[in-house]
Nanobody, 114 residues
């Protein structure tokens, strides 16, 4: 079981930036593929970015070119740098393994509004 703690969300204006962090408490983190997911009100949770154990990344079309996922295996942490934020990016953001399994963390709220 992986305990996941997300942070870094907030309220920003369109065009702004945020950097999300997720600390995963489990030995073997460096071997896991990790993902950032989001869930907007009334919508299903969706994968927005993932990074494998080798550092290869993949993004949803909606965030490609604006979001960057990275990991620091020494800190058991995965990051999501979000630039050029849009109102449609408003959601609760979660991290988990990819594919996702086990309990989700509490998530971190991102609100993009003028």
């Amino acid at each position: 079981q992986v305990q996941l703690v997300e942070s870094g969300g907030g309220s920003v204006q369109p065009g702004g930036s945020l950097r999300l962090s997720c600390v995963a408490s489990r030995i073997g983190f460096r071997l896991m593929d990790m993902g950032w997911y989001r869930q907007a009100p009334g919508e299903q949770r969706e994968l927005v970015a993932r990074i494998d154990s080798s550092g290869n990344t993949n993004y949803a079309d909606s965030v490609k070119g604006r979001f960057t996922i990275a990991r620091d295996n020494d800190k058991n942490t995965v990051y999501l740098q979000m630039n050029s934020l849009k109102p449609e990016d408003t959601a609760v953001y979660y991290c988990n393994t990819y594919p996702a399994f086990g309990d989700w963390g509490q998530g971190t709220q991102v609100t993009v509004s003028s």
